[in-house]
C-alpha cells in the first residue's frame, strides 16, 4: 500500500465528515463519508471498496434550472397566446414540456445516488412576446454552450454514464430550443394568428414538427 504524505498520516485518526452544506469547493455526496486526509489537491475519504463517490451538485443545479425554465416557458405561452402569436405559444408550450422531461431525467439520477432532487421556483418576469423570446435565446444558449458541455465534462470525469445520457439529451435539445427561438424572433412579424404542431418526445425531450412519432404526444393546445 502506497505510503501517505507526513500531512496525510497527520490527519489520520481525526476524521471529519463530508455533507451537504460545507465548503462548495468540496464535492457533495449521496451519503456521509468520512474524510481521512484532505489538502488543496487531494481527499482522502473513508468509504467502501466499489462505491463510486460522484458529485451531485450538478445534477441539483441543473434540476432546478430545467423546474424554473418549466414554469417560465409555460408563462411565455400565455403570453404570446394573449399577443396572438400562436406559433409562438404553441413552441414555448412544447419547450415547457421538455424542459420537464429534462428535469424528470435528472432527478431519477439524483434519486438513484440517494438524494433528493430540490428546486426553488422563481416567480417568471413575463414581457412582451418579443423579449421573452430574446431571454429564452440567452438561457438555452448559456445551457447549450456553457453549463452543459461543462457538467459533462465532470460527469465524464466522475464515470457517471446515467448523469452523462441526462446531461446530453439536454444539451441536444437546448441547442434546438436556441434555434427555433431565434427564428420566431426573426419572423415574429409574420407569426401572428397562427399555429403549430409540435410533437416531444417523452425520453430525451427533443421536438419535431409535423411529425408522428408512435408514443409521442401532440402539444399545441393551450
Ligand atoms: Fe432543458
Ligand atoms: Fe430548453
Redesign the pocket.
Given at each position: 500500500m502506497k505510503k501517505l504524505p507526513r500531512k496525510a498520516r497527520s490527519r489520520m485518526g481525526k476524521p471529519d465528515r463530508v455533507s451537504a452544506h460545507e465548503d462548495r469547493r468540496r464535492p457533495r455526496f449521496s451519503r456521509e463519508l468520512s474524510v481521512l486526509y484532505e489538502d488543496d489537491a487531494v481527499v482522502v475519504l473513508d468509504k467502501p471498496a466499489g462505491l463510486l463517490a460522484v458529485p451531485i451538485d450538478n445534477l441539483q443545479m441543473a434540476f432546478n434550472g430545467e423546474s424554473n425554465?418549466h414554469h417560465r416557458y409555460v408563462a411565455f405561452a400565455k403570453k404570446a397566446d394573449d399577443e396572438g402569436y400562436g406559433e409562438v405559444a404553441s413552441l414555448f408550450r412544447a419547450?415547457a414540456r421538455?424542459?420537464e422531461i429534462h428535469a424528470s431525467n435528472h432527478s431519477a439520477v439524483i434519486r438513484k445516488l440517494g438524494a433528493e432532487p430540490k428546486a426553488t421556483i422563481e416567480a417568471p418576469a413575463v414581457a412582451s412576446t418579443r423579449e421573452n423570446l430574446q431571454v429564452a435565446i440567452s438561457g438555452?444558449t448559456y445551457?447549450r454552450d456553457q453549463m452543459y458541455p461543462a457538467f459533462i465534462s465532470e460527469a465524464k470525469a466522475s464515470k457517471n454514464s446515467e448523469a452523462i445520457r441526462t446531461f446530453t439529451y439536454a444539451l441536444k435539445?437546448?441547442a434546438e430550443?436556441a434555434r427555433l427561438y431565434s427564428e420566431a424572433l426573426k419572423n415574429l412579424d409574420k407569426l401572428r394568428g397562427k399555429s403549430r404542431t409540435y410533437y416531444v418526445c417523452g425520453v430525451c425531450g427533443a421536438l419535431a414538427a409535423a411529425v408522428s412519432i408512435p408514443g409521442v404526444a401532440e402539444l399545441n393546445q393551450p
Open positions: 425554465a419547450a421538455a424542459e438555452e445551457e435539445t437546448e430550443h
